[in-house]
């Protein structure tokens, strides 16, 4: 993780008596520090760390850069650099060097405790808990109606966080610090999620605001026990955009749904069955009965499903397609799409729905297509059943339509209650064991006369076999199993009893 020059002298200062010469930037660009000796080739952009430099070691101009200086130096060093943290000469260039270390180690492990948070599971508060540390001051966590969500422990029981905590006198409480020196953020001033300066009560305090669909949060560092510094703006910003992608993780924070998701996910869960009822609900949303619709569930590979979030991956999959109903129901997203009001066709919505899947390394199975509200819940079990068969059979696809599962899903329900062998011909089971006894092939030689539509020429092609070779084998196959392939009442459950026989599933 990269820090600003501010944030290393603020570490440093903690360990090292240091003089600051100009001023020193919030920006977080510095990853590594580059140690000067004979052959230091001076260039904009970097950190130098340099122990009793003498007059050669001074760059010719002046140098957009940050200097740390150890022991004696000459007078002019410090003002050819941008910014000069200049050391007490009793500090050895061993002591600075470590404790520069154990910053970035610092920083670089709250970052990757982040990363595992979110990657796990963890919730807000959590994060805010680890956070609270490396800003030395309360983080709290608002919804658009200043209800807290989360705030860092510690800071609950402490009266001068009364009025922070007032979700009904807070609004008039805060106001913009139209006089801070920090206006905006590090990436430019006035956007959306960036950093803004308030006061709270007479308290100052940096905001990041943030929208996730119609629902606005703010994440709010209020300066209580440590004066605030710019740099704090850099680690507010980088914090929240963790925060984004972990909101759905709060606990007992659910969100209100729009009235086509509520509507959708009860047809779903099967509370919802009037279709006169759904008609009229879904019109107000100009959801027509007519109009062509179909139905998606979504599944992703890396197994902890609320890695970076359902909820964040649900909006990404709105940004995606447009304004469809997707919400998130058990442990998955669901969507239902009206391709009559997607702008790119029938063709664009595919093209771009197999796009989102790659790019957030998700799976989906998707219904048939279909007009009028009458079985909305049932395409949402096709949906589900192609993503269930389509993981199993085909896995290193991507999507999976109900239309190329639907002849293992009819063998599956053939044998849910009895295995394969107990529902299939006893001919052909005959035949098996005919074969297995004997080191005879009828069971192949009877499915490729079948395949061949009983042609016996070709049957005994295919086989490479003479004809009268092939005409002794149905000779052999009527003796052991008594199956009459010409008496098409038996034929359909044959045909049925080879398809179970070679594709039973688990």
């Known amino acids: ?28 660009t510095i990853g590594s520090l580059l140690l000067v000796g004979p052959d230091t080739v001076w260039q904009d952009g970097k950190t130098y760390l340099v122990e009793s430099p003498g007059v050669d070691q001074v760059p010719a101009t002046h140098i957009d850069s940050v200097v740390l200086i150890v022991g004696a130096f000459p007078e002019v060093l410090p003002g050819r650099f941008q910014s000069a943290l200049i050391f007490d000469e009793e500090t050895t260039l061993f002591e600075v060097h470590n404790r520069i270390q154990d910053i970035f180690a610092e920083y670089n492990m709250w970052e990757a405790e982040i990363h595992r948070m979110l990657s796990g599971g963890s919730d807000v508060q959590s994060m805010l808990d680890i956070s609270a540390g490396h800003f030395g001051n309360p983080l709290i966590l608002f919804d658009s109606n200043y209800k807290v969500i989360a705030s ?70 209020v300066e209580l026990d440590k004066g605030l510094s710019a740099s704090d703006v850099f680690l507010l910003e980088h914090l929240a955009e963790f925060v984004y992608l972990a909101i759905g993780f709060v606990p007992g924070y659910i969100q209100a749904e729009s009235g086509l998701q509520s509507t959708l996910k009860l047809c ?21 009965p007519t109009h062509q619709y179909v139905c998606l569930k979504f599944a992703f590979e890396i197994h902890e499903q609320r890695n970076r979030t359902l909820r964040f991956k649900e909006e990404r999959f709105t940004e995606t397609l447009g304004e469809h109903s997707v919400f998130e129901h058990g442990d998955s997203i669901v969507a239902f799409v009206n391709l009559d009001l997607h702008d790119g066709g029938d063709n664009g919505f595919e093209g771009i729905l197999m796009s989102y899947l790659q790019d957030n390394l998700a ?21 589900e059943l192609a993503l269930s068969y389509g993981q199993r059979l085909n896995p290193y696809l991507d999507l ?15 044998t849910n209650k009895l295995p394969a062998h107990m529902v299939c011909s006893p001919g052909l089971i005959a035949l098996q064991r005919h074969d297995a006894e004997h080191g005879t092939c009828l069971y192949r030689t009877l499915q490729v006369f079948i395949k061949c539509r009983f042609s016996y020429a070709n049957s005994a092609k295919e086989l490479f076999i003479h004809r009268s070779t092939f005409m002794h084998r149905l000779q052999r196959i009527k003796k052991v ?10 034929l359909w459950h044959i045909l049925l009893s080879f398809e179970l026989l070679e594709y039973e599933l688990p």
């Open 400 to 414: 999976f339509r109900f239309a190329g599962i639907v002849k293992p899903h009819l063998l599956a329900c053939c």
């Open 1 to 28: 993780m990269k820090i600003s020059a501010e944030m290393l002298a603020e570490g440093l200062s903690k360990s090292f008596t240091i003089n600051v010469v100009g001023p020193l930037s919030m920006l977080p």
């Open 481 to 490: 199993s008594g199956i009459d392939v010409m008496n098409t009442d038996e």
């Open 268 to 288: 779903v869960s099967g509370e919802l069955t009037s279709t006169t009822s759904i008609t009229k609900r879904l019109a107000r949303y100009g959801w027509l």
């Open 363 to 383: 799976k989906a199975g998707m219904s048939n297509r279909f007009t009028g509200f009458e079985d909305l819940d049932l395409y949402y079990r096709q949906a």
């Open 152 to 221: 860092s422990k510690g800071y609950s029981a402490d009266e001068r966080m009364a009025p922070v905590f007032d979700c009904l006198r807070l609004p008039f409480l805060m106001r913009s610090n139209q006089d801070d020196a920090y206006r905006g953020g590090h990436r430019g001033s006035n956007q959306a999620g960036h950093a803004r300066a308030l006061y709270i009560n007479d308290m100052r305090a940096y905001s990041v605001s943030y929208m996730q669909q119609a629902f606005t949060y703010q994440l709010v560092l």
